[in-house]
């Protein structure tokens, strides 16, 4: 059977066909519709419709921002916000006249690095996104295990600090609110009074007021992990978003996750992805 693909971006719909051995037969990208749910669903079966029209045998799988809730099967969580609240699996059922799955970014990122990528020889794999926000998914024997409410492998919201910076989701100290892309940047300004990029911070941190914030970002980064380390075990831990890029993360990152694992034995591989920012729409396909 083929698979079909398809990763909801902020900005771009990607959708892609493999066929039986998982080679790239048709591939597309447009923008995304902003603010707008119908022409989101619209543009979505446009893409599926044009992508399919040779083939009548396919499975579906769709990639998007946010989770839905097992109670209500509902959007939830979703940067996207004219998702929230949308019954996004129903509706683009009914207008496709096929079933689908559909899980969220960070799912379908390990999903794709677990089956195709970086982490293919390995049982028992946690996927991170580390970007704007930080999210992560867990894939057991090449199957994503969401958990019992669809929150598996949610360790952006586990509580770093406690009683520490105020996340989005209501609670303070979260991963995220430290080693997400705005978060450092906001660190930055609050130790410099400058308000830099990332990438521009990541060019001046050979000095004192820079290791400072790099010892942090590290510190946070090996506690966040280590502590997933300790409860999941997992054979690899892949790292993808735009943080993925940053070297220090493989060698004083992993160090630093390593000198906090509870075990007298560490060697947890800490993978750079292989699918950048098509992740998504593989993983997608592989639901």
Not at 40 to 45: C, D, E, P, Q
Not at 58 to 79: E, V, W
Not at 105 to 110: E, G, R
Not at 257 to 263: A, G, L, P, Q
Request: glycine share 12%.
């Amino acid at each position: 059977m083929y698979k079909l693909g398809v990763d909801l971006g902020g900005t771009k719909i990607e959708a892609i066909l493999l066929d039986e051995t998982l080679n790239v037969m048709e591939r597309k990208r447009i923008p995304t519709p902003q603010n707008d749910y119908q022409q989101i669903l619209n543009s979505i079966s446009s893409l599926v419709l044009e992508i399919s029209k040779n083939i009548s045998d396919f499975s579906l799988g769709i990639c998007t921002p946010g989770a839905i809730s097992k109670q209500t099967g509902l959007i939830k969580n979703s940067n996207t916000q004219c998702l929230i609240g949308k019954s996004l699996k129903e509706d683009l059922e009914n207008k496709l006249g096929k079933k689908i799955s559909i899980e969220n970014d960070a799912n379908c990122f390990a999903m794709a690095e677990a089956t195709l990528g970086a982490a293919i020889d390995y049982d028992l794999v946690f996927g991170i996104i580390i970007g704007t926000g930080v999210g992560g998914g867990i894939v057991i024997d090449k199957k994503l295990y969401p958990g019992r409410t669809n929150i598996g492998g949610e360790w952006g919201h586990h509580t770093l600090h406690r009683n520490g910076n105020l996340c989005y989701c209501g609670k303070t100290g979260c991963v995220e609110t430290y080693i997400s892309g705005p978060s450092l940047e906001n660190q930055w300004t609050e130790l410099t009074g400058q308000s830099l990029s990332l990438p521009q911070i990541l060019s001046n941190i050979d000095n004192e007021i820079g290791i400072k914030w790099k010892n942090e970002f590290i510190e946070n980064f090996g506690f966040g992990l280590a502590n997933v380390i300790d409860i999941l075990d997992p054979d690899a831990i892949v790292l993808g978003g735009g943080l993925s890029n940053i070297d220090f993360l493989y060698t004083e990152g992993k160090e630093s996750i390593y000198n906090k694992v509870f075990s007298d034995l560490v060697d947890t591989p800490i993978l750079k992805n292989k699918l950048g920012d098509s992740a998504g729409v593989f993983g997608a396909c592989m639901l």
